[in-house]
C-alpha cells in the first residue's frame, strides 16, 4: 500500500508535462553532449565523415518536428474525444495516462528542441569539428529514433478510438485493482468485521471535510499515528465512496491530540472524481457504463454488451480465484501491514450491483443479452459457491423480470425463464 507522498508522485508521473518535460531536458542535455565529448575525439576523425551535412539535417528536423507535434496534439486530442464518445468520459483518464501518448509527444517536443539547441551552438562555434561529428552521430540515432516512434504512433491511432480497445484498457486497470485488493483485502489492515459492533458504537468519530470521491487512503499514516498514540483507528470508508461533512470516515479509540485527529483525516485524500487504483468498483461502473451506451437505441450495439459481459465474467473469475497469500497470515488468514487500522472488505455482492444492475435494466428488451446475462450469473455462480448464491439468485430474478416486461415473444421469455430456473447448488 503506497503512501500519501508515494501515491501523489505516482500521479504526477502520469501527467503528460512531466515527461515531455524529461524528455525534453534529456533532448537539449544530448545537443549539450557534443561540445563536451569533442577534445576526446581524434583530430583525423571528423575528416573522414560528412559532417558537414549536420547544419542541413537539423534545419529540416527543427521545422518538421515543431509541425508533427502540433498535428499530434491534434490528432490526440480528436481520438480521445471519439473514444469517450464511443465508449464512455470516465475512460478518457486511462487513455491520457497511457504511456504511448506521453512517450510519443514527449519525442517530438525532444527532438525540435534537440534541433534547435544544435543549431544555436553550431552558429556560435562553439562544437568545432569534433564536436559537430558527435551531433552527427546523436543526430542519426535521433532520426531512427523518430521513425520508430512515428511507426508505434500510427499504430496506436489506429486502434485508440474503438470500443474494444477502451474496454480492454477498463478491463485491465480493474484487474490491477482487484489483485491489488486480493493481496491487502482490508487496505493492509485488520478486518473492520472482528472490530465488533460495540467498539464502534463507542468510539469517537471523524468526519470528512470535504465534498468529493475518496482517492486514496494512507494506511501507514493512519497506522503511524495509532501506534504513537497507543490507539486503534476503524476505517469506515473504501476508495470509491463519495463524503461530505457529515458523513463518518473513522473512529478511533486511544487518541484524542487534536493535531493527530487532523492527520488521520488528512490521510484521505478527497478528489472530484473516482480512480481506478485502489477502486475496484470504478472498473465495473465504467465497464457497465460502456455496455449501456452500447444498448442505447442511438447506438444499438448489443455485441459490444454482450463483450463487455465476458469482461466482467473474466474479472470476477480472477476475484473469486483462490490465491496463497504472498505474506505470513493472521488469525484470519490475511497477511496484516497495518495492525493499528480496521477496514471494512470489498463486498463481491456491491461488484455485481455495479456491473450487472445497468445492464440487465439497458438490456431488458434484447434476448441477446438477457441470455448473456444468466449464462454469466451461472457462471460465477460456479466459481463463487455457496456464498454468493443468494445474491446471484437475487440479480437473475431482477433480470429475469426486466426480461419479462420488456420482451414480446413468450418463446424468449420461456428462454430467459429456463436459463435462470437452472439449478443454483
Known sequence: MLSRWQWLLKQLGRRLWVRVTLFSVAAVVTALLGAVLAPFIPSWVPGRVGADAL??????????????????????????????????????????????TQNTLGTFIGSFLFSLVGIILAST???????????????????????????????????????????????????????????????????????????????????????????????AAIDEVAAAQGGRVFVLVLPGSF???????????????????????????IADQRSFDQDPR??????????????????????????????????????LAEEPSPQPPNADGVAVRFPNVWAPPLETADLL????GPIARDGAGLIEIQIKLQKAFATIRVLGGAP?????????????????????????????????????S
Open 55 to 100: 547544419d542541413n539535417i537539423l534545419g529540416i528536423l527543427a521545422t518538421s518536428m515543431l509541425a508533427v507535434t502540433t498535428f499530434s496534439l491534434t490528432t490526440m486530442v480528436s481520438a480521445y474525444t471519439a473514444a469517450s464518445s464511443n465508449a464512455t468520459p470516465r475512460s478518457s483518464r486511462l487513455l491520457m495516462d497511457d504511456p504511448t
Open 125 to 219: 562555434g562553439a562544437y568545432g569539428d569534433s564536436g559537430r561529428l558527435v551531433l552527427f552521430v546523436v543526430t542519426i540515432a535521433v532520426i531512427v529514433l523518430i521513425v520508430l516512434t512515428l511507426l508505434r504512433w500510427i499504430d496506436y491511432l489506429s486502434t485508440v478510438a474503438r470500443v474494444g480497445t477502451v474496454t480492454d484498457k477498463v478491463e485491465a486497470a480493474a484487474a490491477k485493482a482487484l489483485r491489488d485488493r486480493k493481496e491487502r483485502p482490508y487496505l493492509g489492515g485488520r478486518s473492520l468485521r472482528d472490530a465488533g459492533a460495540e467498539v464502534l458504537e463507542n468510539a469517537p468519530a471523524l468526519h470528512a471535510e470535504e465534498i468529493g470521491y475518496v482517492e486514496h487512503i494512507d494506511m
Open 243 to 269: 463524503l461530505d461533512p457529515s458523513r463518518e470516515i473513522a473512529r478511533v479509540v486511544g487518541i484524542t491530540d487534536a493535531k493527530q485527529l487532523a492527520t488521520i483525516v488528512r490521510s484521505f485524500t
Open 282 to 319: 470504478f472498473g465495473f461502473c465504467v465497464l457497465a457504463e460502456i455496455a449501456s451506451r452500447a444498448l442505447s437505441p442511438g447506438v444499438n450495439d448489443p455485441g459490444t454488451a454482450i463483450d463487455v459481459i465476458g469482461s466482467g465474467v473474466r474479472l470476477f473469475a480472477e476475484w
Open 353 to 356: 450491483d455495479d456491473f450487472f
Open 388 to 424: 454468493l448464491k443468494v445474491a446471484l439468485q437475487r440479480h437473475a430474478a431482477r433480470a429475469l423480470a426486466h426480461a419479462e416486461a420488456a420482451l414480446v415473444l413468450d418463446e424468449d421469455k420461456r428462454a430467459v425463464r429456463d436459463l435462470a430456473a437452472r439449478p443454483t
